[in-house]
């Protein structure tokens, strides 16, 4: 076998600690070794064609790049080779970036690493074999997992390109977050305005089944051809019946026991509800923890004043499983809660500021619900505790984000131009009110942004305080906000009415379930991980899984829509082929040794094993042997691991190319 | 209580097995594995406290016809080995007629006397004297006395040396082994039909009896009972250098037994320790 | 000149999803580690198998390390678990014939956890450096050279 061996400089990112014409020099001398060069820029064209003219000229079967980590050009490698007639399985990254130069001074020492690392991957590519890509068919459906706004926009680009859509969202109505604001920044247009009408496209949409109070169960197969089962859960009221009228609501008996998830608790809703008026589908639920029938099996209020006979108080969680090709998560995330006494809780908190104790202490959510024409207040600025007018309101900024010893490491983005918002609403409807607002920096980086909070202090003289906030209490029925103007150099203490918190964006709390049911990584906090931060921001480390909106980090409503629309194009690229072309990194059995004891049956997390009986040419079973369906097997090499006589061995990764590479490492 | 060989006869007779897998003693009074494949050979059958064999290393070892059925004599230790074969695809539970022995221990060497300090350790511990899994059942359990955990307090011992005193005595251990690989084709349990120790694509274990290539494959043999190892015994009483191989059994069993509360061979239905986990076993050991 | 400071070999075998991104990302966050460790990436733990840690002392490995995704994180939804449990056994095992904790190390560290990564591998090596060349194993592989020899 001749390798070609090239040493890239990556410009000075690797050149600076490793000696590379050292490295190139080396290698060449190294059996089997039949070309070894370094150049500055190996991903570039110049570099590729390098490797290109050295394929030909020195008729090579195998090459080994050292360069960046494999995760990164491994591709581009592999692309440059083929074209160049080696097959591209025949080609081995060795990280002398990422793993060498980057995390290393010292100059010969990192060299040396440098050198075994590239002799690693010289003897692993000794064993690897040409292999080909496997072929598999594209189921052209795709799933949505949340009807948020961001759910909404993937679902509908996607079937308005004309490919099915399932919908599922785990609460009874579609429309998220976005459906309890009252206006939007920085174009104060009314949310509701806005949405509702995307809401009752994808009710109408042929192309979309919509699944409301549902949650995604399991998740089976891999890209193109995933099998996933949706739990329906059981409302209690018949689907296909109910018109929607709206009479069980009205003459549930049940009226203040459970509070309004829509209004954030600041009203309560009937044991039978719709979440909204605009709520899609708009078709009630039977919320059974409270429901009077549940407990002591009387009322029935609803069963009897419904005309339809819509209601089914016996009604089972069913599970419906669908093909799909693509699946888009839109998990979306929720505000940080914290109250006086986090019991139990991992998070500090702001018990200091009295949330959850003090009535007039609220979230920015709350605020909105206020604010809003379809609120609890019809949108009349008037605080919860007794409905009064507030004349002096502080709002208080990163309460949990950029405060990694109470809250969050991380900036949650959209409070700075929601605090705007909320500071010019209030002025807006409360001519002689004050308003205050407690910032740490002002980021307010967006089209029209900028103005937009300007606007709020020039215009609608809002106050803006640079400092943080130490303690809110209550005083002669004031709340005084103890703080500090950091610019000023004084302190602070306002006896407000009223105090908004711009409480930290989280992950919805099912975010990192519905990650591992995904098979996909989150982080620390419960974002879901994409697998490359610029270049591919919307896809994840699992082939058809891509990523939409605030379960990946926090945004706003732009940019939910944008990645959204990213999503959905990203799944449509899926479709835009009949076939799919997949890594040949998979595993395969010898049946001449097979003893068929199936323990990588019992590993495998793919069903991707199979049985398969051996006969004579009499017919007489010889034995039963494991065989591994090609296009469920995902390569992870559990069963090649687990098999006592490595009768199964994983393509690309097999026992003879690791052991070469474990032997390699004699000589350093 | 029916009588072995009447139970035998009775089999072959009405074909039910292909053939009996029992003992029988030799011109010298030795007791031996043998197959009886007619009535007649069914006289020879027998069993005492020197049917100390493992006769459930011949199931994976002789052709079973697809539809047929053979019969096996088998102690309870040994119908633990039948459990795991069938709980690992080996055997089908139907394909198997077991004539459970009731036992009252057995020997270390098959010309010993019955006695204390010659019953095997694994007697001491074979709760389940009667056999639990049967087609029928035959002979009589004398009471006898409980041999000396003497391998315990090698146990206790090795445990209490250093990291480097114990490298030691295995040095020294494995440095007798003469890869006869008689540990292997004894054990009801290496039924592969290539041992990773004969594949040299790669090459894991060097096939030569060095020191380097002894400890790979001890190691490896070891490791691949974990979980799986039914206590038989056989191993060491087959190793003719006398490396006191059960001690790494017993030390896997130990593993087994404390970390996941589990003991291969004990009912066909359930779930193999290898091939299965659980979210939360233990991880203390992993950074 | 200085007295020659032994300088141990740790070789890793590390997943492909996690612990070896967890890797690339202390390298683009330029994170400085000892130089020592040689990866060896596969793409799950589910794929190490236990000949890979006797081979990689065969090979002169003064230590090993083992690493991973966390529980609940893996690509392959159980590839770890099963590597758990097989480690469970081998660690017990090694320990018993005399591979202590000290040579055979294992972790969990996840693509974001570069800081983490950088840790635990110079934590590895500076235990493996206090213990000091693995000179029991490097006698009986010397013992198999010669017998081959002779």
């Known amino acids: ?54 394929i030909k000229e020195k008729n090579l079967d195998a090459v080994v790049v050292g360069s960046c980590s494999p995760h990164m050009h491994e591709k581009t490698f592999r692309k440059a080779c083929a074209s160049a007639g080696v097959n591209p399985y025949m080609v081995e990254i060795a ?47 795709a799933l949505v997992i949340g009807g948020g706004i961001a759910g909404i926009q993937s679902a509908l680009d996607i079937a308005n390109a004309g490919f099915p859509v399932v919908l599922v969202e785990k609460e009874p109505s579609i429309g998220g977050h976005m459906s309890q604001l009252s206006e939007t920044f920085p174009t104060l247009d009314c949310s509701q305005c806005i949405l509702t009408p995307r809401m009752v496209e994808v009710y109408q949409h042929s192309n979309i089944t919509l699944l409301t109070y549902s949650e995604v169960e399991k998740v089976e197969g891999f890209i193109g051809n995933f099998k996933v089962t949706v739990r329906k859960k059981a409302r209690s009221v018949k689907d296909e019946v109910c018109t929607g009228c709206g009479l069980c609501v009205q003459n549930c008996p049940i009226k203040k026991k459970a509070q309004s998830e829509f209004d954030e608790s600041l009203t309560t809703r009937p044991a039978i509800y719709v979440p909204f008026p605009q709520a899609v589908p708009n078709i009630p639920v039977i919320d059974r923890s409270v429901c009077t029938y549940y407990k002591t099996g009387k009322c029935q209020m609803c069963k009897k004043v419904c005309g339809r006979e819509a209601i089914d108080f016996e009604q089972q969680d069913t599970f419906l499983t669908f093909d799909i090709g693509a699946i888009i998560a839109a998990t979306g995330y929720k505000l940080y809660k914290i109250d006086k006494k986090p019991e139990g809780h991992i998070y500090k908190g702001y018990g200091e500021y009295g949330y959850g104790e003090l009535k007039d202490v609220i979230d920015g959510l709350q605020f909105e619900r206020i604010a809003s024409a379809s609120g609890p207040t019809s949108g009349e600025i008037l605080r919860p505790s007794d409905k009064k007018e507030p004349k002096k309101v502080v709002f208080v900024q990163c309460v949990g984000s950029r405060d990694e010893s109470k809250g969050f490491s991380y900036c949650s983005k959209i409070c700075c131009m929601y605090t705007a918002k909320h500071a010019m609403l209030y002025k807006h409807k409360v001519h002689d009110g004050e308003a205050y607002v407690f910032y740490m920096d002002i980021r307010s980086n967006g089209k029209g942004y900028d103005e937009f909070v300007r606007r709020a202090i020039e215009e609608d003289g809002v106050k803006y305080i640079r400092g943080r906030v130490s303690k809110i209490y209550e005083e002669n029925g004031k709340y005084i906000v103890k703080g500090e103007d950091t610019i000023a150099g004084v302190r602070m203490e306002i006896d407000a009415d009223m105090v908004v918190l711009a409480t930290a964006m989280i992950p919805q709390p099912e975010n990192s379930k519905v990650a591992q049911l995904l098979g996909i990584p989150y982080d620390k906090h419960g974002f879901m991980q994409e697998v490359h931060p610029k270049l591919r ?75 398969k009986e051996i006969r004579d040419r009499q017919g007489n079973l010889i034995k039963v042997v494991a065989y591994v369906n090609a296009g469920l097997c995902q390569g992870c090499g559990t069963c090649n691991a687990t098999c006592p006589s490595k009768s199964v061995e994983l393509i690309g990764f097999r026992d003879e190319q690791i052991f070469a590479e474990i032997q390699s490492l004699s000589g350093f | 209580m029916p009588d072995l060989i009447e139970i035998a006869k009775g089999l072959l007779e009405s074909k039910e097995v292909s053939f009996i897998i029992g003992y029988t003693k030799d011109r010298f009074g030795r007791v031996k594995p043998y197959i009886a494949k007619s009535v007649e050979d069914a006289n020879n059958l027998m069993f005492d406290h020197h049917s100390i064999h493992n006769l459930a290393v011949y199931l994976t070892r002789l052709k079973i016809p697809e539809n047929g059925r053979v019969g096996i004599v088998a102690k309870s230790c040994d119908i633990k080995a039948i459990i795991a074969l069938i709980q690992e695809n080996q055997i089908k ?26 019953i095997q350790i694994k007697c001491k511990y074979c709760a389940d004297k009667a056999p639990m899994l049967y087609d029928a059942v035959a002979g009589t359990a004398e009471p006898f006395e409980q041999p000396d955990d003497t391998q315990e307090v090698l146990m206790q011992k090795l445990e209490t040396m250093s990291s480097a005193e114990r490298w030691d005595f295995w040095a020294k251990e494995f440095e007798k082994c003469i890869k006869c690989y008689a540990c292997r084709q004894v054990c009801p349990m290496c039924y592969c039909e290539q041992c990773l120790a004969e594949k040299n ?43 006191p191989l059960t001690l790494l059994t017993r030390k896997m069993g130990m593993v087994a037994g404390k970390e996941f509360n589990y003991r291969h061979g004990m009912a066909i239905d359930q779930p193999t320790l290898v091939g299965s986990y659980n979210f939360n076993d233990n991880e203390d050991f992993i950074k | 000149m200085a007295e020659e400071k032994f300088e141990p070999k740790v070789v890793a075998f590390v997943c492909n999803w996690c612990t070896y991104t967890g890797a690339d990302l202390a390298g683009t966050s330029r994170l400085k580690q000892e130089p020592n460790a040689r990866l060896i990436r596969v793409p799950c733990t589910g794929r190490i198998d236990p000949v890979f840690v006797i081979k990689a002392f065969e090979s002169g490995a003064d230590g090993v390390l083992i690493s991973g995704c966390h529980p609940g994180d893996c690509h392959y939804n159980t590839g770890n678990f099963h590597a758990r449990r097989r480690w469970t056994f081998f660690k017990e095992l090694l320990n018993f014939v005399g591979i202590d904790s000290t040579r055979l190390h294992f972790s969990w560290v996840s693509a974001s956890e570069g800081k983490k990564w950088v840790d635990v591998v110079n934590g590895v090596i500076d235990t493996v450096r206090e213990q000091g060349p693995f000179l029991k194993y490097k006698e009986i592989k010397e013992h198999d050279f010669q017998e081959i020899e002779n």
């Open chain 1, 1 to 54: 076998m001749k390798i070609g061996v090239f040493v890239c400089y990556c410009g000075e990112n690797i050149g600076r600690t490793v000696d590379c014409a050292a490295v190139a020099k080396e290698l060449s001398a190294y059996p089997g070794v039949a070309h070894a060069e370094a150049y500055k820029y190996m991903c570039s064209d110049p570099g590729q064609n390098l490797i290109k003219q050295a």
């Open chain 1, 95 to 141: 990280n002398l970036r990422e793993h060498c130069s980057w995390i290393h001074d010292d100059i010969p020492s990192a060299t040396a690493k440098a050198i075994d690392l590239v002799r690693i991957a010289v003897e692993k590519v000794k064993y690897n074999e040409p292999l080909q890509t496997i072929q598999v068919p594209v189921t052209k459906r």
């Open chain 1, 537 to 611: 921001p919307v896809e994840t480390s699992t082939g058809g899984i891509f990523l939409a909106g605030a379960c990946h980090s926090p945004r706003d409503i732009p940019e939910s829509v944008a990645m959204a629309s990213a999503a959905a194009a990203k799944a449509m690229v899926l479709f835009g082929s009949d076939i799919l072309e997949r890594e040949p990194v998979v595993a395969k059995v010898e049946a001449s040794t097979c003893a068929g004891c199936f323990y990588c049956q019992k590993v495998c997390a793919y069903s991707a094993i199979e049985r």
């Open chain 2, 93 to 118: 539970r139907e394909q198997v007629y077991i004539i459970g022995m009731n036992c009252s221990g057995v020997v270390t060497h098959s010309t010993d006397e019955w006695k204390k300090e010659n």
């Open chain 2, 201 to 243: 694509q790669p090459q894991w274990i060097t096939t030569s009896p060095t020191p380097a290539g002894n400890f790979s494959w001890n190691i490896i043999k070891a490791f691949h009972m974990a979980g799986r190892c039914v206590g038989c015994h056989e191993c060491e009483r087959a190793c003719p250098m006398g490396i």
